[in-house]
């Protein structure tokens, strides 16, 4: 509890006691004995009001000299002073006391909305020990350069983004991508600022400045967070300035009128005008929409989901098509070995004798002709082998552009390539129709086998897949600049049955065009991308959602939700979230103006008090904060 509430609440409870001795004189004349009576009840009275409500009148004062004459202190003023003219005074007492109560609540549901964005907001370390002329030496982040080493030691915060150049550790990423299995860090990993690190001592070297850090970056999304305002809460906001001096008028109507034309009682009429205004005060709606959305995006941040204000909430809930990239959105993005096939009957010089080629052998002789090359493909074949490759057994390498490779491996002559280098070599090949990248293999006399290595599905992708569709996700696209072979193999395992390949980036653009054209009114199109190169349809699309896009600048200036991490499962979840708090707000907005016309039409006609004001205005605002904090628990 902030320290703010805990002064609001001792000051309620001071009041409380005194309002609860001003009741007791009042009802057992415990100062009948004294000259003026009445004078001593009232001066209870007044004490208890200022106590509990003083700030109110202070504020409503305040705001009438600068020109905010109609709002909710302004309302609990002028009521409670004038049930005090008419000397309701446990009534006038009542309703501030109430209405303070209800404060408490609301800031304190507003604190814990705040909490998880607040930790979101600590990430920035306080320091960073950096290696200077051989010393350690403390400073701030921002004054350290690209370039420069860091020390970070076990339970230190992460002051910028770098890469491990020596070091082991176990990080906890929870704060930016809402995972709490620790994470394992070695030599030669890139980290993220904002991360704690947990057991070793790392030595990083920085290779971003502050202002373009992962933190850095995270703080201004979360600071510009409440600039963006959903319809519903400019609604709101628009609503509170014609309604409040709107019922005032009213009040002030209610209270002459009827009087001066059925020439009633002016103090009966008095007494409805002023419960009439208590029950007009917009609180629940002022209070709960805001608050709603704050805790939908709050709910979101805890899980590792990053939505750039209340309005990308609204346009979320009525995803009705979600358009994905295929290559590190639903795959991996990195390149392994699937399938290895030797030759039949192939036999092969190895170790000293005659052998038959097997998985192993045909592993190790791709793994050693590609050791020289630095793309993927090669890197995946060493990876997959998983020995340290022995250089002096490779030599007189021939890139043969298009086609692979020729070299000298354990002093025999290989091909390695793909079909057309099989071609030139005369060969005669088993076709491996699989997906992906298909080396074949060959030496001076024989076909040796083929590797098919392919980009692997996350483990979360057919899950999320098949979560959008139980979401209600009408239409479910794959773009891809990947050949089609590729795109029919990823889609048909996902169960995707719309996708278009051999896309180059203006097309994806032009086919995210086409794919907006074809959704229904007031429907949204979302886009999920890996942050990298899919910054233009991004930008093109309904909302745009990057996946694990911490790195990636252009995701995150492009991109409307940022994924903290790779976990395709978030969008889902992002959808229902959305939903769920759309749900709320409209709950909210029908139960608190249902409510406030029902109270306000029985004190209009005589059969509401003022403390059945109190519940239209307190009760109501608390119920519907109580219901707008279920947004922070959407699972």
């Known amino acids: 509890m902030s320290k703010k509430i805990k002064r609001r609440l001792r000051r309620v409870i001071f009041g409380a006691i005194l309002f609860t001795i001003a009741i007791l004189v009042e009802r057992y004349e415990l100062v009948s004995a004294l000259e003026f ?117 076990p339970g230190e915060k992460i002051p910028l983004d770098g890469t491990i150049i020596k070091g082991y550790s176990q990080l906890d990423t929870k704060a930016i991508t809402g995972e709490s299995v620790p994470r394992e860090v070695a030599e030669g990993e890139f980290i993220y600022s904002g991360s704690v690190n ?26 510009n967070t409440s600039s963006r305002k959903a319809v519903a809460e400019n609604f709101i906001t628009k609503f509170s300035r014609y309604y409040t001096p709107a019922v005032v008028i009213s009040a002030l109507l209610l209270a002459i009128i009827p009087p001066l034309i059925q020439g009633g009682n002016f103090y009966e009429w008095l007494y409805r005008a002023l ?37 990308y909430l609204e346009v979320l809930a009525e995803t009705e098509i979600v358009v994905l990239d295929k290559t590190g959105t639903l795959t991996k993005g990195s390149f392994e070995v699937v399938e290895i096939h030797p030759a039949k009957d192939a036999m092969i010089s190895y170790e000293g004798s005659m052998q038959p080629v097997t998985r192993q052998i045909l592993l190790e002789l791709a793994a050693y002709g590609e050791s020289y090359a630095a793309h993927p493909i090669g890197q995946s074949l060493i990876a997959a082998y998983g020995r340290e490759i022995q250089k002096e057994q490779v030599d007189h390498v021939e890139v043969i552009p298009g086609q692979g490779l020729k070299v000298r491996v354990f002093n025999q002559k290989l091909a390695i390539g793909n079909l057309k280098l099989m071609e030139a070599e005369g060969l005669q090949v088993e076709k491996n129709n699989g997906s992906g990248t298909i080396i074949y293999l060959a030496n001076e006399q024989q076909y040796l086998g083929s590797i098919r290595i392919a980009d692997q599905l996350k483990d979360d992708s057919k899950e999320a897949i098949l979560q959008l569709k139980q979401a209600g996700v009408k239409r479910i696209v794959m773009l891809t600049g990947d050949r089609a072979e590729a795109a029919k193999d990823v889609a048909g395992k996902l169960g995707i049955t719309e996708y278009y390949d051999e896309l180059l980036p203006q097309q994806k653009v032009e086919k995210m065009e086409e794919l907006l054209k074809l959704r229904s009114k007031n429907k949204k199109l979302l886009f999920v991308g890996d942050g990298i190169n899919d910054a233009p349809v991004l930008a093109g699309s309904d909302i745009g959602v990057a996946m694990g896009g911490l790195g990636s600048d252009a995701a995150i200036e492009a991109a409307d939700v940022v994924i903290m991490n790779d976990s395709l499962l978030k969008i889902p979840f992002a959808i229902r979230l959305s939903r769920k708090t759309i749900q709320i707000v409209k709950q909210n907005i029908v139960f608190a103006i249902g409510i406030k016309v029902f109270v306000l039409l029985l004190a209009a006609i005589g059969f509401a008090s ?25 699972r």
């Open 198 to 223: 947990i057991t070793g001592v790392l030595m990083v070297r920085v290779e971003k400045d502050f202002g373009e850090s992962t933190v850095s970056k995270i703080m201004e999304l979360v600071e």
């Open 275 to 311: 419960t009439f205004l208590v029950i007009s005060c917009p609180c629940a709606l002022v209070i709960s929409i805001p608050l709603t959305f704050f805790a939908g995006l709050g709910g979101a941040s805890k899980k590792g989901v990053l939505i750039k204000g209340g309005n």
């Open 37 to 153: 009576e009445h004078i001593y009840q009232l001066l209870f009275f007044v004490a208890a009001y200022l106590v509990i409500g003083g700030d109110v009148v202070k504020k409503a004062v305040s705001n009438i000299f600068h020109g905010q004459v109609f709002d909710e202190n302004f309302l609990m003023t002028i009521a409670t002073i004038g049930a005090f003219l008419v000397s309701e005074y446990s009534e006038a007492v009542a309703v501030m006391l109430f209405y303070q109560v209800g404060e408490i609540f609301q800031s304190y549901a507003v604190n814990r909305s705040r909490k998880s964005i607040r930790e979101l907001m600590d990430l920035r370390a306080d320091y960073a020990n950096v290696l200077r002329e051989g010393q350690i030496v403390m400073v701030d982040p921002d004054e350290i350069s690209v370039g420069e080493t860091i020390q970070i030691q």
């Open 610 to 634: 003022m403390w059945a004001a109190v519940f239209a205005d307190v009760g109501v605002a608390v119920l519907a904060i109580l219901n707008a904090m279920r947004a922070m628990k959407i």
